[in-house]
């Protein structure tokens, strides 16, 4: 396959709907493979125990190291390909982007480590970066009850990356965040009818002028980003402070 994919976690369920939609068929085309661990088939006592209490005291459960070094071991040893990255999804991490979801379609073999609790203990990914590139990477600034949904996400945005995943590449060329369109948001859409409970189509859009219509289109994307996500403008778009 184009990608690879190992998911290590202790609820496997959570990446069934993978096998639906496009990246189900992606996965029946050859261009995307995935494989879900549970991450207790790596433990060795009655309770197939993956947590403990944290050193220094505090609220919560952390992950233990051995189960963890015993899977990524694992999984690292069935694949000798050139390194490989391992993702582990943490509101503690780097922002996941656009640009980074490119990044990760583009690196063959992904390894994604789920944490629940209060997360894993720090010795696995200092081991880990020994083995491979690894990558914390928050979805967002909120907190989710483990790194599953993440994941979920992750492997979504990146999936439909690769090439004949999205069967009309065109639709990936506009999109909101697209490199393209300078990562501005998209544009309203709209489709028939003309008029709908006496809300209208604006005008243009119904014209037939190419050019028009492209610069209503770039027009509403810096708008709607100059609304919403100011943060995504680059100096060039701000208000000119002088005011001239
Ligand atoms: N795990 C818990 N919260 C998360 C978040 N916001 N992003 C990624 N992984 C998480």
Same mark, same amino acid.
């Not at 209490?53 to 220094?56: A, D, L, N, V």
């Not at 690196?107 to 994604?112: Q, S, W």
């Not at 100059?226 to 100096?235: A, F, N, T, V, Y």
């Given at each position: 396959?184009?990608?690879? $994919?190992?998911?290590?976690t202790?609820?496997?369920?959570?990446?069934?709907?993978?096998?639906?939609?496009?990246?189900? =068929?992606?996965?029946?085309?050859?261009?995307?493979?995935?494989?879900?661990?549970?991450?207790?088939?790596?433990?060795?006592? *009655?309770?197939?125990?993956v947590?403990d209490?944290?050193?220094?005291g505090?609220?919560?459960?952390?992950? =233990?190291?051995?189960?963890?070094?015993?899977?990524?071991?694992?999984?690292?040893?069935?694949?000798?390909?050139?390194?490989?990255?391992?993702?582990?999804?943490?509101?503690?991490?780097?922002?996941?982007?656009?640009?980074?979801?490119?990044?990760?379609?583009?690196?063959?073999?992904?390894?994604?480590?789920?944490?629940?609790? @209060? +997360?894993? %203990?720090?010795?696995?990914? /200092?081991?880990?970066?020994? *083995?491979?590139?690894?990558? /914390?990477?928050?979805? +967002?600034?909120?907190?989710?009850?483990?790194? /599953?949904?993440?994941?979920?996400?992750?492997?979504?945005?990146?999936g439909?990356?690769?090439? +004949?995943?999205?069967?009309?590449?065109?639709? $990936?060329? @506009?999109?909101?965040?697209?490199?393209?369109?300078?990562? $501005?948001? /998209?544009?309203?859409?709209?489709? =028939?009818?003309?008029?709908?409970?006496?809300? %209208?189509?604006?005008?243009?859009?119904?014209?037939?002028?190419?050019?028009?219509?492209?610069?209503?289109?770039?027009?509403?994307?810096?708008?709607?980003t100059?609304?919403?996500?100011? %943060?995504?403008?680059?100096?060039a778009? @701000?208000?000119?402070?002088?005011?001239?």
């Open positions: 396959p184009v990608l690879q $994919l190992d998911i290590i202790i609820f496997g369920d959570y990446f069934a709907p993978l096998e639906l939609s496009l990246l189900g =068929k992606a996965r029946e085309q050859g261009l995307l493979a995935w494989r879900v661990h549970d991450l207790r088939d790596w433990t060795h006592d *009655r309770h197939r125990t947590d209490t944290p050193y220094g505090g609220a919560g459960m952390v992950m =233990k190291p051995e189960p963890w070094g015993e899977a990524l071991d694992a999984v690292l040893d069935a694949h000798p390909d050139a390194r490989p990255t391992i993702v582990v999804p943490t509101p503690a991490g780097e922002p996941f982007r656009q640009a980074t979801a490119h990044e990760l379609a583009g690196a063959g073999h992904l390894i994604f480590a789920c944490g629940r609790y @209060e +997360g894993i %203990d720090a010795r696995v990914l /200092e081991y880990a970066r020994t *083995r491979a590139a690894v990558r /914390e990477i928050s979805l +967002g600034d909120y907190v989710l009850n483990g790194g /599953e949904v993440a994941v979920l996400a992750m492997v979504e945005a990146i439909r990356l690769i090439p +004949g995943v999205v069967g009309n590449p065109e639709s $990936l060329v @506009e999109e909101s965040h697209a490199a393209d369109t300078d990562g $501005l948001l /998209e544009y309203p859409v709209y489709t =028939k009818p003309a008029s709908w409970r006496g809300l %209208d189509v604006p005008e243009i859009l119904l014209s037939g002028h190419h050019a028009a219509i492209a610069a209503w289109r770039r027009e509403s994307s810096i708008e709607r100059r609304q919403r996500r100011p %943060d995504l403008l680059g100096e778009s @701000e208000p000119d402070p002088t005011g001239e």
